[in-house]
C-alpha cells in the first residue's frame, strides 16, 4: 500500500498558488488486500510547529480534504497524510506547498522602461548577497510576457509566463525559488519582457495591438533569506536600469526577431516607475506554467520543387524550434512555421494573417537558438539561410500547461487507435494556458463554444481541475462586468466580433465546464468557487427571458448553435437544427445543472427554485419542439432531446429516428460542434450502439476516420478541411487542430469502455462496456481522482466476450453485463440479469457462456 499524487488544490508541490480555501487530495495505489480506507490522518507543519493535526479522521475525503487553517503570506508548509485501511495496513507520505504574498502589500513599484514603448526591454539591477543564503525566492509579474534571468542563467522551466489571463481584473503572481541561482558577492538580476497578448497584435482580421497596455512593465520583490535568520528584500524600483533587448520583435502570431549581436549592446538607461492603468490587482497564480513537455527530432528532411527546405517533424504540435548554430557574424537564419504541405510544397495560407516566423541574426559565436515570446502551432518549418545548415540541429518542443495525461483507450482497430491519439495532441495542443479553439492561426482564443464541448472529453484525458479553474476564474471576472453573461471568448476582447457575449451554446460553457470538472474530480470546493458562475449564467437567460415576456424559452439573440454542421441549406458555418431550441435546450440543462450543483452544496432553496426554473423551461420546449414524431428533423436536433432527456416519452421512438436517419445517410454524420459529442451517445442511449460504431468506423467524408485515412495527426475544425485530393478545403477556416469533434472520446470513455463516474470524483463508477467485434479487444485505463480504473472487453475464439475490471483502493464500481451467464475469476457460472454487480477494490473477470 503506497500512497500517490498528494496535491493542494489539485497542483503537486504548489508554489505560490491561488489557494483560497485549500483542498488536500491523495490516494492510495497498490492496496494489495486494503481495500478501503479506514480513516486518515493530515498533519501540516511550518517552520517546525504543527499548524494542523486531524487526528485519525474517519470521514477524512481524499478527493478533497478541507484543513481549517489561516495560510501565512510568503511561508512554506510540508504535510504529510498517513492512511489506515480497513485491514489495518497504515502508510504515509508527505509533500509540501509554499503560499505566495496572499494579500501582502506590495514594497516593490512597477517599472517600465522610459524609451520608445515599442523597443522591447530588458531590466536590470545588480545586487550584493552578503552572506551565505539560506533561501530566496522572487515573486513576480511581468507585462506583457517575460522570462527571469539571474547572473545570466533563465530562472525555472516555465515559458511565456505570466501567461494569458484578463489582466484588466487581475495580474497574477508568480513565485520562483532562486536559492540556487544567487552566490555570494554580486549579482545581476534581469527581466525580458516581450509584448504577448498584452500590447501585441492579438485578435481575428488583423487584430488590434495595445488591447491591455500600451507599455511594458515588470514588478517584483526578492526575499533572501541569510542562513543567521536575516531576511534581505529587493524591490524593483528607480534604481533599475534598461537597455534594449536582442529580441526586436516579438508577437504571438507573428513570431520573433532575435539579433545576437546585441546582446552586447550596454548603453543602460533609467526605468520609470510607472503602474500600468487599467489593470486588475496582484494576485498569487492560477495559471499552470507553460512548459516543454515532448520532444521531436527531425523526422523528413523535404527539399520541395521550388527549392525550399523544409523539416517535417512528423507530428502537428503547439510549441516551437530550437537549434544549434554557428554562423558567421550578421548571417540570419530564418523559420516559418506551417501544418501542411501543399502540392509537395511550403504552405502557409491557412494561417490567415498570422506570419509565424522566427528569424536569427548570428553575432559570429556558438548558441543554442530558441524563441522566448511567441509560440507555433505546427508541424512543417521552412529553413531559409545562405549558408548550409544540418537537420540533425533543430529539435521541436511541445509546450503547454502543466498537467498530466490520465486516461487512455487501446482498441485492435488501429485507425480508431490514431483518431484517439489525434484527439489527445488537439487537447495538448490547445491547452497553452487557455483553452483554444485553435493554436498556429491569428485566433489561438479561449473560445468557449469549443472549451463547452470538449470539456468533458478533457477531463477523461488529462487531470484538468487547475488549468479550467484559471478559466473560469477569468470567466467570473468577465461575467461580473457583463452583468451575469459568458463572453464567446475568455478572456474576453472587447473589441470587434469577438466581444459578443451570451451566445448559446458558448455561453453555456459557464455551468457545463465547472459541472464537468466537479463530475470528473469531486472537489466540492472548486464547485462551491465557480457557483456564482454557474447561478449568474442561468440569471441572466431567465432575465432576458423576462424581457420578452417569456422565461422560459430562448427566443431571439446571435446564437453559435450547431457551428459547421454540414445539414444545412444554405452554404456557410451555420447548421439547420433551429439555434433557438438548441439555446432553450441547452438553458435547460443549464438550470438542471445549477439545480443538481445547489443541492451538493447544500443551497436547498436555491436547488428548489433552479430545479422548478429547469421542469418550466422543459415545458415549454416540449409545447413548442416535441411532437409524438420527434423532435428532430436533423441528426443533431434528435440526439439534443436523447441526451437532455427532452422528450422522455418518446425516447425510443427518437432513437430509432435517429439511427433511420443515419442509416439513410449511408452511416455518415452531418453535425456540428452541438451534435457531435451528443451523436454517439444517444444512439448508444436509445439502445442503436451498433449505429454509433457504424459512425465511428466510417472511413468515408464525413466522419472521424477520413481524417486519419488522410494522415491527419490532429483533429481537424472542418470535417474536409482537406479535401480528398490533399488540397484544402476552399470555404476557408481551415484549422488543422480544433479539438471540438475529438469530443466523440467521451463516449468511447463512457460507452465503449463504459467507464462513468456515478459518484463525483469516481469515488463509485458506473461500467456498462458495450463490446463491439469492429474493435477487437478493447481497453479503458483511467487514472481518475479515486485511483486507477480499467475496463477491458475482449472476444474469444468461440464469439464469446471476457469482461475484465479494475476497481482502485477505497472506490467502488457497479458493473452492468448484458443479461447472461458469466463465468466468474474463480470458474463459478452465474446468471446475471443485467442489474448491476456491486464491485469493490481489485480485479475481476467474467466471461460470457
Ligand atoms: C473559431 C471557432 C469558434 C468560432 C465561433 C472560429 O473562428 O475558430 O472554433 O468557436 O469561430 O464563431
Not at 367 to 372: E, F, G, Q
Not at 828 to 846: N, S, W, Y
Request: proline share 5%; aromatic share 12%.
Amino acid at each position: 500500500m503506497k500512497i500517490a499524487d498528494l496535491r493542494v488544490n489539485h497542483v503537486k508541490n504548489a508554489l505560490g498558488f491561488q489557494l483560497g480555501s485549500p483542498g488536500f487530495s491523495w490516494k492510495v495505489i497498490d492496496g494489495g488486500d486494503a481495500k478501503r480506507q479506514k480513516s486518515a490522518r493530515i498533519i501540516i507543519t511550518s517552520k517546525e510547529l504543527t499548524v494542523f493535526d486531524s487526528g485519525d479522521d474517519p470521514y477524512a475525503n481524499s478527493l478533497d480534504y478541507q484543513a481549517d487553517i489561516k495560510l501565512m503570506p510568503r511561508t512554506h508548509y510540508d504535510w504529510s497524510v498517513t492512511v489506515t485501511a480497513d485491514n489495518g495496513e497504515t502508510a504515509c507520505a508527505s509533500s509540501w506547498f509554499e503560499t505566495g504574498k496572499i494579500s501582502e502589500a506590495w514594497k516593490a513599484e512597477w517599472i517600465t522602461p522610459g524609451f520608445d514603448s515599442s523597443i522591447q526591454p530588458i531590466m536590470a539591477r545588480e545586487f550584493t548577497v552578503k552572506n551565505e543564503i539560506k533561501k530566496a525566492r522572487m515573486y513576480m509579474c511581468g507585462l506583457g510576457v517575460y522570462e527571469l534571468y539571474m547572473n545570466g542563467q533563465k530562472v525555472g522551466d516555465e515559458f511565456l509566463a505570466p501567461g494569458y489571463h484578463s489582466y484588466d481584473f487581475h495580474l497574477q503572481v508568480q513565485t520562483y525559488d532562486v536559492t540556487s541561482y544567487l552566490k555570494q558577492g554580486v549579482n545581476e538580476v534581469q527581466i525580458w519582457l516581450g509584448d504577448g497578448w498584452f500590447k501585441g497584435r492579438f485578435g481575428v482580421e488583423g487584430g488590434y495591438t495595445n488591447l491591455y497596455g500600451d507599455r511594458l512593465y515588470a514588478i517584483s520583490e526578492l526575499y533572501i533569506t541569510y542562513q543567521d535568520k536575516t531576511e534581505e528584500m529587493i524591490g524593483t524600483d528607480g534604481s533599475w536600469k534598461c537597455r534594449q533587448s536582442p529580441i526586436t520583435f516579438s508577437n504571438i502570431y507573428d513570431g520573433e526577431i532575435y539579433d545576437a549581436r546585441l546582446e552586447e549592446d550596454r548603453n543602460w538607461e533609467a526605468v520609470i516607475v510607472k503602474a500600468p492603468t487599467g489593470c486588475g490587482p496582484l494576485t498569487d497564480r492560477y495559471s499552470l506554467p507553460v512548459v516543454k513537455k515532448d520532444r521531436f527530432d527531425v523526422a523528413e528532411l523535404i527539399h520541395t520543387p521550388k527549392h525550399e527546405l523544409v523539416l517535417d517533424f512528423g507530428q502537428n504540435i503547439t510549441g516551437w524550434v530550437e537549434f544549434d548554430c554557428d554562423l558567421p557574424r550578421g548571417t540570419d537564419l530564418c523559420l516559418t512555421a506551417s501544418e501542411v504541405m501543399q502540392d509537395g510544397c511550403f504552405y502557409h495560407d491557412n494561417l490567415r494573417t498570422a506570419k509565424t516566423e522566427y528569424t536569427y541574426l548570428s553575432k559570429g559565436e556558438k548558441a543554442h537558438v530558441r524563441p522566448h515570446f511567441t509560440f507555433y502551432g505546427f508541424r512543417y518549418v521552412k529553413v531559409e539561410c545562405k549558408q548550409p545548415v544540418s537537420s540533425e540541429s533543430f529539435t521541436a518542443y511541445h509546450l503547454r500547461s502543466d498537467f498530466d495525461q490520465i486516461g487512455r483507450i487501446e482498441t485492435e482497430h488501429e485507425k480508431v487507435n490514431k483518431l484517439f491519439a489525434n484527439v489527445l495532441w488537439s487537447q495538448k495542443d490547445n491547452s497553452l494556458d487557455v483553452p483554444t479553439d485553435c493554436p498556429q492561426r491569428d485566433e489561438r482564443l479561449g473560445w468557449t463554444g469549443d472549451a463547452q464541448v470538449f470539456s468533458e472529453t478533457a477531463c477523461y484525458n488529462m487531470y484538468m481541475p487547475a488549468f479550467y479553474r484559471k478559466y473560469l476564474w477569468d470567466m467570473r471576472a468577465e461575467q461580473d462586468a457583463l452583468g451575469g453573461s459568458v463572453p464567446n471568448v475568455v478572456p474576453r476582447l472587447k473589441q470587434g466580433l469577438i466581444a459578443g457575449h451570451g451566445a448559446s451554446p458558448w455561453a453555456d460553457a459557464g455551468v457545463i465546464i465547472p459541472w464537468n470538472v466537479f463530475l470528473h474530480y469531486g472537489s466540492k470546493t472548486l464547485l462551491n468557487e465557480f457557483y456564482p458562475v454557474m447561478k449568474s449564467w442561468v440569471d441572466y437567460r431567465r432575465n432576458q427571458g423576462e424581457e420578452i415576456a417569456d422565461r422560459h424559452l430562448v427566443k431571439d439573440g446571435f446564437h453559435f448553435g450547431d457551428w459547421l454542421a454540414l445539414d444545412h441549406d444554405e452554404p456557410g458555418p451555420f447548421g439547420k437544427t433551429d439555434t433557438l431550441y438548441i439555446a432553450s435546450a441547452y438553458y435547460y440543462r443549464c438550470a438542471k445543472i445549477v439545480s443538481e450543483a445547489a443541492k451538493v452544496l447544500g443551497y436547498e432553496r436555491d436547488s428548489l427554485k433552479y430545479g422548478e426554473l429547469a421542469l418550466a423551461i422543459l415545458a415549454a420546449i416540449q409545447a413548442k419542439y416535441v411532437s409524438p414524431t420527434s423532435i428532430g428533423e436533423t441528426q443533431t436536433g434528435s440526439a439534443l432531446a436523447i441526451a437532455f432527456n427532452l422528450n422522455p416519452e418518446y425516447q425510443a421512438q427518437e432513437g430509432e429516428e435517429l439511427s433511420k436517419r443515419v442509416e439513410l445517410n449511408n452511416h455518415h454524420l452531418n453535425t456540428g460542434f452541438v451534435g457531435t459529442p451528443l451523436l454517439c451517445p444517444a444512439l448508444t442511449k436509445t439502445g442503436y450502439h451498433s449505429t454509433a460504431v457504424d459512425l465511428l468506423l466510417n472511413e468515408g467524408y464525413p466522419g472521424w476516420l477520413y481524417s486519419v485515412n488522410l494522415g491527419a495527426t490532429t483533429i481537424w475544425e472542418r470535417w474536409n478541411s482537406i479535401l480528398p485530393d490533399g488540397s484544402l478545403n476552399p470555404d476557408g477556416m481551415n484549422s488543422l487542430n480544433h479539438y471540438s469533434y475529438g469530443s466523440v472520446a467521451a463516449w468511447m470513455y463512457a460507452d465503449i469502455c463504459g467507464i462513468r463516474p456515478q459518484e463525483p470524483g469516481f469515488k463509485k463508477a458506473e461500467i456498462r462496456p458495450h463490446p463491439d467485434p469492429r474493435l477487437g479487444r478493447v481497453r479503458g485505463i483511467l487514472d481518475t481522482a479515486a485511483g486507477l480504473f480499467i475496463s477491458e472487453w475482449d472476444y474469444g475464439k468461440d464469439g464469446k466476450v471476457s469482461y475484465s475490471v479494475s476497481v482502485p483502493f477505497d472506490a467502488a464500481a457497479i458493473l452492468y453485463l448484458p443479461p447472461g451467464r458469466y463465468k466468474d475469476i474463480n470458474g463459478m457460472v452465474q446468471p446475471h440479469d443485467g442489474k448491476g454487480i456491486e464491485l469493490r477494490a481489485g480485479t475481476c473477470r467474467f466471461t460470457e457462456q
